[in-house]
């Protein structure tokens, strides 16, 4: 029998295919949809602020559980359970959540199994019951990969649309969340990292996709839970939710490089600073879209665009010796502009613990870090929340506003900010030898070593790297290597 995981799974096959997209977008509106999950997302996610960096981490976790490599899975199945067991709380309605709550964890999967069956069908080409039996006992093998037992999902195919119908006709509700993503996130989508020099073509693009992406998407849900819901939808917009499913299966017959999901996302998120070879391409390209971009401006009266900094190699730091260099050099923000763009991780206005918890979060990820290193981590980052808390929550409500956080304009860094910072060199310098090497400095910040850091010897000291995240942290200077992992979207 061929294996439910790797290459030779259905789900492989899915991946790079461009219609997934779609399925991906409608499984995440479908999850959002469910009480809980859409309170634990509302509350927690990055979603709204950040959704490229969300979006490239779910991908690669899936590459990851899907994939051949039984221990990469086991250690990728352990981390999204350490994950989970963070999020839990109440919604506005005081019903409490908690994202190990098996039923919520069947139901994230049901609707990627689901919305994949469903691309499917809306693109013509139907998948035949066998196939459909293999497609289904490959999630049903993800839930368990990730240790919930057997029966969380119904054990056979019959079965399941029965519970899949149920739980749209019983369970999901309009939430917050699920207007979100259908009404907000694709209208005000922040431009990926590589066309964020690009604002005008990105805003004109944005104009028009964002709306239709939403039409289709709704289109696309269960009719039931449309109606229940109260869901708007115009008319034509099942025949354009159809045409555009029909026109990425299409796609398909590409070139296989064209379309690959990994390809495409490591694209998307090259910034100025990479060292990989395609970005010479990909600067020529940008270069066109700029001169299209000063055109649009002359005959589309779009609203004004905030140019990105110029961090480039003239406005980096170059103080360092043979033992160490400051990175952070560049103009500095405002307090406001660093409460939005830095600390506001959720997007919802606020600093609370959630914001704090996605920073460790995405600096766990990259480094792909063990519990006992990830829990230090965190614990850092929960020190200096309370410092925090205890600084800058005048009104005692549990949380900063960014009025609390411009009023204090603070820029001195607190001893909680310090140890963060100990922590992270620490975790960051995997062989323990007390400076990082570029392989190390690229696992954090996946970008180029040597651009960033001009020394001699190939070496990023303790004392640079910790005065480098304070003055970035607390001085509010633009950064080229940290405004991409905490800043960009």
Known sequence: MESLFGPDSQFHRFFNDPRWGLAVIRATVLEAAHPQIGAALADNSTFVAHPWRRLRNTLVSLQRM??????????????LN??????????????????????????????????????????????????????????????GALGDQAGQLPATLPEFWQYYDRMVEEKLENTEALRIILYKLFDHLPAP??????????????????????????????????????????????????????????????????????????????????????????????????QAGAFIRLVTPFPAQREPADDGPTATATTGTSTGTSTTGGSRRSADEFF???????????????DLAAMARELSSRLDLDEPQ???????????????????????????????????????????????????????????????????????????????VPTAASAYTRSAFIADFLTFMSARHRSTPYDPLLADA
């Open 66 to 79: 899907f994939g051949a490599d039984d221990a990469v899975r086991q250690r990728e199945a352990a981390r």
């Open 82 to 143: 350490r994950l989970h067991a963070r999020l839990n709380g109440a919604d506005a309605r005081h019903r409490p959540y908690d994202a190990m709550d098996p039923e919520v964890r069947a139901w994230v999967v049901a609707t990627l199994f689901e919305s994949s069956v469903t691309m499917c069908r809306l693109s013509g080409q139907p998948l035949d019951q066998t196939t459909m039996e293999r497609l289904y006992a490959e999630f049903q093998a993800f839930l």
């Open 340 to 354: 939005t763009e830095v600390l506001d991780q959720t997007g919802d206005g606020f600093l609370d613990w959630p």
């Open 193 to 290: 990292p590589l066309l964020d020099g690009l604002p005008t073509v990105w805003a004109a693009g944005r104009a028009l996709a964002g709306p239709v992406i939403g039409q289709i998407t709704v289109a696309s849900l269960p009719e039931p839970f449309r109606r229940r819901a109260g869901l708007p939808e115009i008319p034509g917009a099942q025949t354009l939710m159809q045409g555009a499913y029909m026109a990425a299966g299409l796609a398909r017959f590409l070139p296989e490089g064209w379309i690959r999901t990994e390809t495409l996302t490591d694209l998307m998120a090259l910034t100025s600073d990479s060292d990989d070879p395609r970005y010479a391409t990909v600067t020529a390209v940008r270069d066109r879209m700029k």
């Open 374 to 452: 990830e829990t230090r981590l965190y614990n850092a980052y929960a020190d200096w929340w309370r410092e925090l808390q205890s600084a800058l929550d005048t009104d005692g409500d549990g949380r900063v506003s960014r009025a609390e956080y411009t009023a204090a304009a603070p820029t001195l860094a607190g001893p909680a900010l310090i140890r963060v910072a100990e922590v992270l060199f620490d975790v960051t310098d995997k062989d323990g030898n007390q400076t990082i090497d570029a392989a190390e400095y690229r696992a954090l910040f996946r970008t180029a070593f040597t651009r960033t």
